[in-house]
Nanobody, 117 residues
Framework: QVQLVESGGGLVQAGGSLRLTCAASGRTVSTLGWYRQAPGKERAFLASIIWSTGKTFYADSVKGRFTISRDNAKNTAYLQMNSLKPEDTAVYFC????????????WGQGTQVTVSS
């Protein structure tokens, strides 16, 4: 089992920055990712990182503005979000796939990010 706990969400003005944190515990994860879900929309992939190599992947919608990173010693991943826009308002989730499936993997409880215009 893997437990994931997000933190760092909050209210920020457009153009501002936030850093989300995902603390992982339990079994070692091989990949960790960030998703978000806005009201009335489906959950959307944002970024992921391969734990062993640090290789990263990004959705086009956040490429250049968001950066995923990890601290192996702390078993923690981060999502640095810059130049935030009102359309970035959503609940942000940390996730780790199981058996190659994100949907069937492990998910945190989510953290709310609200960007005001």
């Amino acid at each position: 089992q893997v437990q994931l706990v997000e933190s760092g969400g909050g209210l920020v003005q457009a153009g501002g920055s936030l850093r989300l944190t995902c603390a992982a515990s339990g079994r070692t994860v091989s990949t960790l990712g960030w998703y978000r879900q806005a009201p009335g929309k489906e959950r959307a992939f944002l970024a992921s990182i391969i734990w062993s190599t640090g290789k990263t992947f990004y959705a086009d919608s956040v490429k250049g503005r968001f950066t995923i990173s990890r601290d192996n010693a702390k078993n923690t991943a981060y999502l640095q979000m810059n130049s935030l826009k009102p359309e970035d308002t959503a609940v942000y989730f940390c996730a780790a796939p199981a058996g190659g499936s994100w949907q069937n993997g492990y998910w945190g409880q989510g953290t709310q990010v609200t960007v005001s215009s």
